[in-house]
């Protein structure tokens, strides 16, 4: 089916600023509508988000300038093209912005385009978007499997004016069902509202709406998610993981190469936050340790891979592989849902886990073969959102069009968070018919 119109024009997202909203319509009457996301703690490696720089509207955060690029220069080529040909279409968007990180255009620009094809050759199709992307990337036809959530229910860093210095602890129930997983998270969630609540502390919540209290340690998160699961009548451990995204690349001093860790009142060499890490995982249920190091201390990550990749001793007699079911080392800063980045990690033996953002790299067919060439190395795949998020559902479908491992889409609050959720429970019913 034939592209008829592409129109974007200027939304806010979850934090008040503007964000990129397209409406693709087709010949036949059918639409499609997508929002990009934004990140506050971003990788350096992104492709670029193009902002107005207009310090009279919005403190400069306008993205006027971004859609103006798809409704004067991208929607006149693109008109007429067939809306199943998306890495035709995505390939033509890269060769007219013609820069390495999309700076021309913008990602946003970019980005709003392709999802909103994805929706428009979906509804034309009359197919959940899910089904949609297995057939148009031809990906393999196994039994669908929807994703663990990682669910982020105590928040600091850049998401809550660095109440940590962890900018995410989460919670990852391991029920069979999507729907007792979401479940679990979110009795595990209010019991840790009581906890707070009992205890003085702040339940107000961060940008990914979970709680961000400001507490004496970043290991006081661990006990406290700990309580919580107990509380809500969990094993944790067993019923319930934690995992962490300490986005260190925000608290690496690349002057020193000390990583500051103002809550704990530490500067630490990335041997000795490995070896903090590595305590850590001894005594708490932690699986999963996204960006551990800065996204170019490469020698850490690949040192820290390789003393995970020996047999090492936790609790309950479990041992951690690189290439397993052990802890994941996750690469978010690091990757950047970046090909040539990702190519780099596996020649280097780095992480056994990659992040997946869209808006990193701004095109769904360079998202595909990011993730392609992951499971093609045995790495596990998180899908993701931003801290900056819409109503948008697509990463939903799009974790379980490509079987993902897991999915991080925020805590138990905040619409534009629970709508994601809401999305894979309506998906969960579809595909257990």
Known sequence: MRIQSIHAYEIL??????????????????????????????????ALELRDGDKKRYGGKGVQKACRFVNKIM??????????DQRV??????????????SHFGANAILGISLACAHAGAASAKLPLYRYLRKIYSLHATPYRLPHPMMNILNGGRHADWSLDLQECMIVPGQKKFSDRLRCGAEVFHALYDILKKRGL????????????????????????GEAVQAAGYMYGKQVKVAIDAAASEFYNGKTGRYEMNVDKKKLSSDELGKLYRRWMKQYPLISLEDPFAEDDWDAWKKFTHQLSSPFPLPRGERIKVRGKGTMI???????TNVERLKKGIEMGVGNAILIKVNQIGTLSETMDAIDLARKHDYRVILSHRSGETADTTIADLAVAVNADYIKTGSLSRSERVEKYNRLLEIESE???
């Open 202 to 225: 702040t339940v107000g919540v961060g940008d990914e709406g979970g709680y961000a209290p400001r507490l004496k340690s970043n290991e006081e998160a661990f006990r406290l998610i």
């Open 89 to 102: 279409i995505d390939g033509l968007m890269c060769e007219l912005d013609g820069t390495k990180h999309k």
């Open 75 to 84: 929607a006149p080529r693109i008109a007429g093209m067939a809306v199943e």
């Open 13 to 46: 997202d979850s934090r008040g600023n503007p964000t990129v909203r397209v409406r693709v319509r087709l010949k036949d009457g059918s639409e499609g509508v997508a929002s990009v996301p934004s990140g506050a703690s971003t990788g350096v490696h992104e």
């Open 431 to 433: 595909v257990s018919l």
């Open 330 to 336: 996750v690469g978010d800063d690091l990757f950047v």
